[in-house]
């Protein structure tokens, strides 16, 4: 089995071609957007298969 990949909020960002900002918001107040991970006391991080699952819903758009 392998490990998951794990994204930084500037990748997220990217990915979506959102502001950091705009994942930070959207994490906080969407229900339907992937929550982070905590990862260590400096590092929060996004599956990215989560991710993926939220934009093959279409909650992307």
């Known amino acids: 089995m392998t ?3 794990f994204l930084t909020v500037r990748q997220v960002a990217d990915r979506l ?3 950091v900002p705009t994942v930070w918001r959207w994490a906080r107040e ?3 957007f ?3 991970q ?5 590092a929060t991080r ?3 298969a989560d991710l993926e699952a939220w934009e093959k819903r279409g909650a992307a758009a």
């Not at 905590?38 to 400096?42: D, E, I, M, S």
């Open 3 to 5: 490990a998951p990949t």
């Open 17 to 19: 071609a959102v502001s």
């Open 30 to 32: 969407r229900p339907d």
């Open 34 to 36: 992937p929550k982070p």
């Open 38 to 42: 905590r990862l260590g006391p400096a």
């Open 46 to 48: 996004w599956r990215l």
